[in-house]
């Protein structure tokens, strides 16, 4: 059986959701569109897809181009990523996520919860598979 907390740690790892486009931190690059990027690898992922694959060649690409729910620090403490807090209910059942704002895909489109539970089912989808 899986604890709550492992099943807690799985999905924070699986449901990604594309890179905000425009995303400003501080100290980070104007993004810019167009172009080529070029980067050495030390294998050819078999997909991009992390749903798909649990190739090390994806995750590493995944990592730059996917965002998840949390994220966690070098002293592997949990953190917001999409996110912005997380409530557990009493009976530590179920989760409440209130997703950052403005938050847009690469075709511009926002992103909303109806996105994080189609992930979330794609992913258990493919588990089950």
């Not at 999905?11 to 990027?37: D, E, H, I, N, S």
């Not at 992390?50 to 965002?67: D, K, L």
Request: hydrophobic residues 45%; glycine residues 6%; proline residues 5%.
């Amino acid at each position: 059986m899986v604890s709550k907390k492992a099943l807690f740690v799985l999905l924070v790892a699986v449901v990604a959701v594309a890179q905000p486009q425009g995303a400003t931190w501080a100290g980070a690059p104007k993004p810019c569109q167009g172009g080529m990027l070029k980067v050495a690898q030390s294998a050819y992922p078999p997909t991009i897809d992390g749903h798909a694959s649990t190739s090390v060649a994806t995750r590493e690409i995944g990592m730059y181009i996917f965002e998840s729910l949390l994220t966690y620090n070098q002293k592997f403490e949990i953190l917001p990523m999409l996110a912005t807090r997380w409530e557990v209910a009493r009976d530590g059942m179920s989760y409440t996520f209130h997703l950052r704002q403005n938050v847009k895909f690469h075709n511009g489109k926002e992103m909303t919860s109806e996105d994080v539970v189609a992930s979330v089912k794609r992913f258990l989808e493919r588990v089950a598979a």
